[in-house]
């Protein structure tokens, strides 16, 4: 099993910054694409950013130039740097991660989730 746990959101004026991290465990995993997504009351989940184990990073339109996503493959830690927010920017963010759970096949994981609210 691989757990995901966020963290780093909160309430920040429109033009701040916030940084999310989301790190991974559990026991003989492998991990390979993550990312994050985001959900706003009475919206879909959709994506934000995703980043291969190579470091190949892939952004939505609505944050490519103000988001920067990142990943320290020795800590299985993915992070997500928000600049320039934007009151619409406001929803529940997810961390996501396809892994190899030890015993298990290929796999989506996703994290509890993170708030991040921004006042205009």
């Known amino acids: 099993q691989v757990q995901l746990v966020e963290s780093g959101g909160g309430l920040v004026q429109a033009g701040g910054s916030l940084r999310l991290s989301c790190a991974a465990s559990?026991?003989?995993?492998?991990?390979?694409?993550m990312g994050w997504y985001r959900q706003a009351p009475g919206k879909q989940r959709d994506l934000v950013a995703t980043?291969?184990?190579?470091?190949?990073?892939k952004y939505s339109d609505s944050v490519k130039g103000r988001y920067t996503i990142s990943r320290d493959n020795t800590q299985n830690t993915v992070y997500l740097q928000m600049n320039s927010l934007k009151p619409e920017d406001t929803a529940v963010y997810y961390c996501?991660?396809?892994?190899?759970?030890?015993?298990?096949?290929?796999?989506?994981?996703w994290g509890q989730g993170t708030q991040v609210t921004v006042s205009s």
């Open positions: 559990g026991s003989g995993f492998s991990i390979g694409t």
């Open positions: 996501k991660a396809f892994a190899l759970g030890s015993g298990k096949p290929w796999a989506d994981y």
């Open positions: 980043i291969t184990s190579g470091g190949l990073p």
